[in-house]
């Protein structure tokens, strides 16, 4: 099976990561739209141009299946992508959504994109619960340019965190967050919600081809090399502007 995964950036990688673990015998191609990231300050009609770029991207790949890794695409636009390319396409958020409905906690935190936040998806599924959300904007920026241990990073953790009470699950809407799991749990003992980690247990792939990995990247720096090394270490970048 052949599956395309995107995102604006790295962000999507923790995701890419999380299904190759469950679901190793797979052809995975990978698009990270770093030119235009971060997708969390965008309107609708430019993440409707991105999006569209990216899936005739991958349906020119001939991909059986597409993953919006993308918290912010997946909240704006998904009902309006999923139906339209004649391929299935899956979005981050609803396994997330549908684990939050069965569990017993009332009160959820979202911490997340503007963009994300801005949908107030969270609020329109959950109803029956409390939550709790958080504009990060700043998180993704710094994620990118691989200032995840700089003290601006802790600095501005911190205060998006103040508003979230100890023992609360905490849904990282964002696919970049992932990577500030550990740096999150010393500053406040939160349940995490890894959005990646639960599509990959919900999702139902077929696991019985050969294991293949291409990721691309509108645009490939140095910065970029060096982060997506701390990811996936053994494997090539490809430069791809659509």
Do not use: R, W
């Given at each position: 099976?052949?599956?395309?995964?995107?995102?604006?950036?790295?962000?999507?990688?923790t995701?890419l990561?999380?299904?190759?673990?469950?679901?190793p015998?797979?052809?995975?191609?990978?698009f990270?739209?770093?030119?235009?990231?971060?997708?969390?300050?965008?309107?609708?009609k430019?993440?409707?141009?991105?999006?569209d770029?990216?899936?005739?991207f991958?349906?020119?790949?001939?991909?059986?299946?597409i993953?919006?890794?993308?918290g912010t695409?997946?909240?704006?636009i998904?009902?309006?992508?999923?139906?339209?390319?004649?391929v299935p396409?899956i979005d981050?958020?609803?396994p997330?959504?549908n684990y939050?409905?069965?569990?017993n906690?009332?009160k959820?935190g979202?911490m997340?994109t503007?963009?994300?936040?801005?949908?107030?998806?969270?609020?329109k599924?959950?109803?029956?619960?409390?939550?709790?959300?958080?504009?990060a904007?700043k998180?993704?920026?710094?994620i990118?340019k691989?200032?995840?241990?700089?003290?601006?990073?802790?600095t501005?953790l911190?205060e998006y965190?103040?508003v979230f009470?100890?023992?609360?699950?905490l849904?990282?809407?964002?696919?970049?967050?992932?990577?500030?799991a550990?740096k999150?749990?010393?500053?406040?003992?939160?349940?995490?919600?890894d959005m990646?980690?639960v599509?990959s247990?919900?999702i139902?792939?077929?696991?019985?081809?050969q294991?293949?990995?291409?990721l691309?990247?509108?645009?490939?720096?140095a910065?970029?090399?060096?982060?997506?090394?701390?990811?996936?270490?053994?494997?090539?970048?490809?430069?791809k502007?659509l």
């Amino acid at each position: 099976m052949k599956i395309g995964v995107f995102d604006s950036g790295l962000g999507g990688l923790t995701v890419l990561k999380e299904l190759i673990s469950e679901y190793p015998n797979n052809e995975y191609i990978y698009f990270g739209d770093t030119i235009n990231l971060p997708y969390g300050n965008k309107s609708k009609k430019q993440l409707l141009t991105f999006v569209d770029k990216i899936i005739k991207f991958f349906k020119d790949e001939e991909v059986d299946l597409i993953i919006v890794a993308c918290g912010t695409s997946s909240s704006n636009i998904y009902f309006d992508i999923k139906d339209k390319y004649h391929v299935p396409i899956i979005d981050i958020l609803s396994p997330t959504i549908n684990y939050l409905l069965s569990c017993n906690n009332k009160k959820i935190g979202v911490m997340g994109t503007e963009m994300l936040i801005k949908s107030k998806y969270f609020d329109k599924y959950l109803k029956n619960k409390e939550v709790v959300s958080v504009k990060a904007p700043k998180l993704v920026p710094l994620i990118e340019k691989g200032e995840i241990n700089s003290l601006e990073m802790q600095t501005t953790l911190k205060e998006y965190l103040k508003v979230f009470d100890e023992n609360m699950i905490l849904v990282l809407g964002c696919t970049h967050y992932p990577l500030l799991a550990e740096k999150i749990l010393k500053i406040k003992k939160l349940k995490l919600i890894d959005m990646g980690k639960v599509l990959s247990k919900h999702i139902n792939l077929t696991n019985k081809g050969q294991f293949k990995i291409k990721l691309y990247f509108s645009k490939v720096d140095a910065t970029l090399l060096k982060n997506v090394k701390q990811i996936f270490n053994d494997c090539k970048l490809y430069e791809k502007k659509l």
